[in-house]
């Protein structure tokens, strides 16, 4: 079949009959602004300082600047982001094979049009819904879509669906449903797009902003009262100190560096050419505590060549180079071992052998198999595929075929069989003919990659279709602990428990089959691991899908490309510790900082209860509500959101942060409502100035000590962090117009030494309870080694 002409092609996408399901990697621009602008607590900071814009003075404001140029910033990092992330997506989109005037032309998926003759085969995946109008050997996987395990055969005529993809053989199919109208188009946009959502992180600050929520109204609403009606301030002045009660108790800055942080991460591991799919992947990242890694294309490298064929007696020492290049040739897609023999013996065009029938490669079967018609005329059924599978138990050809797989080596076993294709016992009394000796080499960055992951307390399983005893014996080059402890797929335990048991416990796995790889990340996943999957072929797409993290190679098929939430462009191994790295930096900065805001935020709603219920003004405006949490809080979290962490995350977010936050809270709120109360007992009501500065100095302490214990380990850079917000400070109490501007003055000498002393025993408990809140357990228990 030619395909379309072009002017057909031209008329269907005047029609619109075009496959327009937008491929999004990131959301748009509109949607970016919407959701750093209009958010909750930007609302309610923006109604505050209309107030204050009404009752000055505008230096009560400085708020509200602040949240413009938060957000701002929020903006202009994920949009930086959503560049990176389309042009690496571009880069990596699959572009079809279809048909046109007669030409094999490849285009972009948002190219096709209704009624094109696409081209499919292993590892392509089917992009729309389509009828097959030809299949050599075509099988195709549906689980994605409609939960069926098993491949299914297609013939000219069967219905093809989009989201499933090719696991055997090729093939053509028309095109009869193309962009929305095609089957599960919807779940595939869904699937590609760059989403900030589901992740463990993020629903867990959507909790505590819910939390803080239904603290802040009524405590706000009584502050309200109180400033207003009990205490007989004038309006205006009532209006500033229930303002300056209220902003503090929002954490607006977590929402905006969670977001920064995030877009800087795929900002950065766009620039190693690693294209992040999902946003949430990398958050999965810095919690993943096993990697499980195919060998062929990440262990090794993509290429190999024949370094040997070993004969038997039984065969003429050229039948079988000859039959190898038939058999090769007579697939369209050759995988790397094919393409090396072909590579090595070359086509079948003049050696007189002929291909009439083809059972195509299966990572299920671990073999293909073709009939041939030899020169002299004789047909027979050739088979090419695993020795241990081809061949029974105890076959003295095994042993051959073993010793070269413990140097390394893959090994193929060509054979002949007396029975057609699709004889149900294809396999049963294989004859013997040769080994196909394959080098393959290693990565030179394997070794160092294998040995950062060991060293961050992340266990590395390599699970391949392979022999296990080639499989252990790359492994073991590679010095991977206990690589020397293989075991062969075929005799992994059923049961859940068994297996989840045996798969922790080993370290290399050999003959696995698609459908157990997806099995044995289940199993993982059973026993409390967070699991990330990399690979390159289809047999890999389950196993990708359904772990936690999967990462494809990018030149592996379509199918592993599309349901991976990381695409290695560049198909560079060594860039997957930079990945987790970056993971585990973003994560635990985020879950650092979010003890500075919710430490503020405790606090905060605890002095509104207190002024309630001792009917005492409030004892800050929010000009130092602003300077208290910049120093403290907005400027040190910026810095230490972006800093380097290698430490793993910890599952449990709310809890994690609320253990410290909720306590140090609580102490900050205590000893400065305590300074507080005894400020006024000192200076007499008319003090309030003089009271709200001590108190001031008091809070300030406790919020840097706070800052001083969330900044460890201590670096240079972290130190001099501490020291120039302390030193900033310091600079507001001795420059006159900065006294004048933020209203602080320090007045005599016992209640500035008093505030001072109530913050050191403050800082005593906050310590207490870091220790405490280190020492409960939280994390899961390390990988076995």
């Not at 902003?209 to 205490?231: D, E, G, H, N, R």
């Not at 799919?277 to 993509?302: F, M, N, S, W, Y």
């Not at 009501?685 to 000590?705: E, H």
Request: hydrophobic content about 50%.
């Amino acid at each position: 079949m030619a395909g379309l002409t072009t002017a057909e092609v031209t008329e269907r996408i005047v029609r619109g009959q075009i496959n327009d399901v937008p491929a999004r990697s990131s959301r748009s621009t509109a949607e970016i602004v919407r959701a750093n602008v209009f958010t909750r607590f930007n609302a309610i900071i923006g109604a505050l300082f209309a107030v204050i814009v009404v009752v000055g003075p505008l230096r009560d404001g400085l708020f509200g600047l602040v949240v413009i140029a938060n957000t701002g910033i929020g903006i202009l990092q994920e949009l930086r982001a959503k560049r990176t992330l389309d042009a690496l997506a571009l880069i990596g989109q699959a572009r079809p094979v279809v048909r046109r005037d007669g030409v094999r032309v490849t285009v972009p998926i948002s190219q096709i049009v209704l009624d094109d003759l696409i081209e499919i085969g292993t590892g392509d995946k089917c992009v729309v819904d389509g009828t097959v109008t030809q299949a050599d050997g075509l099988e195709i996987d549906e689980s994605l879509l409609t939960g069926e395990p098993d491949p299914v055969p297609k013939q000219p005529g069967d219905a093809v669906l989009s989201g499933s993809f090719v696991v055997a053989g090729s093939g053509a199919f028309v095109a009869t449903k193309v962009g929305r109208h095609a089957y599960a188009a919807q779940l595939a946009e869904e699937a590609s797009r760059f989403t900030l959502v589901h992740s463990e992180l993020r629903s867990g600050i959507s909790r505590i902003l819910k939390y803080v929520t239904w603290m802040m109204v009524p405590v706000a609403v009584a502050l309200i009262v109180s400033q207003l009606y009990l205490q007989h301030h004038d309006w205006p002045e009532g209006v500033r100190r229930m303002v300056g009660g209220i902003v503090p108790m929002v954490p607006e800055g977590l929402i905006l560096l969670t977001s920064v942080a995030f877009a800087i991460g795929v900002i950065r591991l766009g620039r190693r050419r690693c294209l992040v799919q999902e946003l949430p992947a990398i958050e999965g990242l810095a919690r993943v505590d096993i990697v499980c890694l195919d060998k062929t294309g990440t262990l090794t490298q993509g290429g190999m060549r024949v370094s040997d064929l070993v004969t038997f007696d039984r065969a003429s020492s050229t039948h079988p180079a000859q039959a190898l290049a038939c058999l090769a040739a007579a697939d369209p897609r050759p995988n790397a071992s094919l393409q090396a023999i072909l590579d090595a013996y070359g086509t079948s065009e003049h050696n007189g052998w002929r291909c009439t029938a083809v059972l195509p490669f299966s990572s299920a079967r671990k073999y293909s198999a073709a009939v041939l018609d030899s020169p002299d005329g004789a047909r027979g059924t050739w088979l090419l595929g695993a020795p241990d599978v081809l061949l029974p138990a105890g076959d003295p050809h095994l042993a051959t075929a073993d010793t070269l797989a413990a140097q390394g080596l893959r090994v193929l076993l060509l054979a002949t069989s007396g029975n057609d294709l699709n004889h149900p016992t294809l396999t049963q009394h294989a004859n013997p003919v040769a080994l196909v000796v394959l080098d393959q080499r290693l990565r030179s960055d394997a070794a160092a990659t294998l040995r950062y992951f060991a060293d961050q307390g992340v266990a590395a399983k390599v699970i391949s279709g392979d022999s296990a005893v080639s499989v252990a014996a790359i492994a073991a080059r590679l010095h991977l602990p206990h690589a020397e402890h293989p075991i062969d797929a075929r005799r992994l335990p059923t049961e859940p428990d068994r297996l989840a048991r045996t798969v922790e416990e080993t370290t290399v796995f050999g003959r696995v089959t698609p459908r157990q790889k997806r099995d044995m990340v289940a199993a993982l996943q059973a026993r409390g691991h967070t699991v990330a999957m990399t690979g390159d072929g289809v047999n890999d797409v389950l196993a990708l899908k359904d772990a936690d993290i999967g990462v494809a190679m990018g030149t592996g098929s379509d199918a592993t490309r599309a349901v991976a939430q990381i695409v290695l462009l560049d198909n560079d191994f060594a860039v997957l510790p930079a990945v987790v790295a970056e993971g585990r930096r973003v994560i635990g900065n985020i879950t650092r900082v979010a003890n500075l805001f919710l430490t503020k935020t405790v606090y905060s709603v605890l002095l509104g209860l207190l002024v309630v219920i001792w009917r005492v003004p409030y004892p800050f405006l929010p000009r130092h509500s602003t300077l208290l949490s910049a120093l403290t809080i907005g400027l040190p979290a910026f810095f230490l959101a972006l800093a380097p962490n290698t430490e793993r995350a910890r599952p449990h977010f709310v809890r994690t942060v609320m253990r410290f936050a909720l306590p140090s809270g609580l102490i900050a709120g205590t000893a400065t409502f305590a300074t507080y109360l005894i400020a006024r007992h000192h200076y007499g009501a008319a003090g309030l100035g003089a009271a709200t500065s001590a108190a001031t100095l008091t809070l300030f302490l406790i919020s840097l000590w706070v800052l001083a214990i969330i900044a460890r380990p201590y670096t240079r850079w972290r130190a001099t962090l501490v020291v120039a917000m302390a030193v900033s400070f310091m600079a507001v109490l001795a420059a006159p117009w900065l006294q004048h501007f933020f209203a602080l003055k320090l007045v005599g000498f016992p209640i500035p030494w008093t505030a001072a002393g109530v913050a050191v025993v403050a800082a005593a408990a906050l310590e207490l309870v870091w220790k405490h809140s280190r020492r409960t357990p939280t994390s899961r228990p390390s990988p076995p080694a």
